[in-house]
């Protein structure tokens, strides 16, 4: 399959899941060896955004589902993606690694706001850009927000590290035992099979700007550095 070349500019999105080793709240030793991983990548030149996300502390559909305000939950689910951030911001900075977190909600102690221009000048500079609270609004998904500040940006290849599975299959592999991965595929392929994998509006965000993608595993040895050394890891998925 085309895997890229050695990109120049990343954006990696880590679920909240990733985070918590599947549990509530940050697993430390989980966040450390994502930031060594991270670490690794900067230093071979490789600028790297991250967008993260916050399902190990809430969803904002599940909240609704519990009787809460949607649009409330989905803040709440915003602000969840922030401690992640400060977490792996500090994890990455014990490497050595400036660190920059730029949330979409403002908080100006913890964090500088998303300018996208600065961004691009802080990973210029080699510096880790951390991206918080999604696109600040509700109903969005960090998926989503991955693509478009991948676009916004001018990443050429989207990082999609999964919790549980190691990359797109042909059927859900938890209940099809001839379900197979796929090494490489379209957008179009993706939806036209109803294969879930990120959410649509990223995919369409993908397709449509030519912007490729690559899903893989969080799990396995430094499969991070592996997938940003076109190693032949997880699936890709090109327009
Ligand atoms: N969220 C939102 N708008 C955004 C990004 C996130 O409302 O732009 C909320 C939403 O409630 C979501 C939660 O934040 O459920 C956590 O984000 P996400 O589910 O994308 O995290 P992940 O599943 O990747 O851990």
């Given at each position: 399959s085309p895997r890229p070349e050695r990109p120049r500019r990343v954006v990696l999105k880590l679920s909240g899941e990733v985070f918590g080793g599947g549990a509530v709240g940050v697993d430390p030793d989980v966040v450390q060896g994502i930031a060594r991983q991270i670490a690794t990548v900067t230093r071979r030149g490789v600028q790297v955004a991250v967008v993260v996300?916050?399902?190990?502390?809430?969803?904002?559909?599940?909240?609704?589902?519990?009787?809460?305000?949607?649009?409330?939950?989905?803040?709440?689910?915003?602000?969840?993606?922030?401690?992640?951030?400060?977490?792996?911001?500090?994890?990455?900075?014990?490497?050595?690694?400036?660190?920059?977190?730029?949330?979409?909600?403002?908080?100006?102690?913890?964090?500088?706001?998303?300018?996208?221009?600065?961004?691009?000048?802080?990973?210029?500079?080699?510096?880790?850009?951390?991206?918080?609270?999604?696109?600040g609004m509700p109903y969005f998904s960090t998926d989503t927000v991955t693509a478009q500040r991948a676009l916004e940006i001018h990443a050429d290849l989207v990082l999609m590290s999964k919790n549980g599975v190691d990359g797109v299959y042909t059927a859900d592999p938890r209940t099809d035992p001839d379900a197979r991965k796929i090494d490489h595929i379209t957008f179009a392929g993706v939806l036209q099979k109803g294969l879930r994998v990120a959410d649509q509006a990223a995919f369409s965000l993908c397709e449509e700007n030519n912007l490729p993608m690559l899903v893989f595993?969080?799990?396995?040895?430094?499969?991070?550095?592996?997938?940003?050394?076109?190693?032949?890891?997880?699936?890709?998925i090109t327009a």
């Open positions: 996300g916050g399902g190990n502390f809430f969803r904002g559909a599940e909240l609704q589902k519990r009787g809460m305000d949607r649009n409330r939950a989905d803040y709440m689910g915003m602000l969840g993606t922030v401690m992640n951030c400060l977490a792996l911001q500090d994890f990455l900075e014990k490497e050595g690694i400036e660190t920059r977190v730029q949330t979409a909600i403002t908080m100006a102690q913890v964090a500088e706001p998303y300018i996208p221009l600065r961004a691009i000048r802080h990973l210029e500079k080699g510096r880790v850009v951390i991206f918080g609270a999604g696109a595993g969080a799990q396995g040895d430094e499969t991070i550095v592996r997938a940003v050394s076109g190693e032949k890891i997880g699936t890709l």
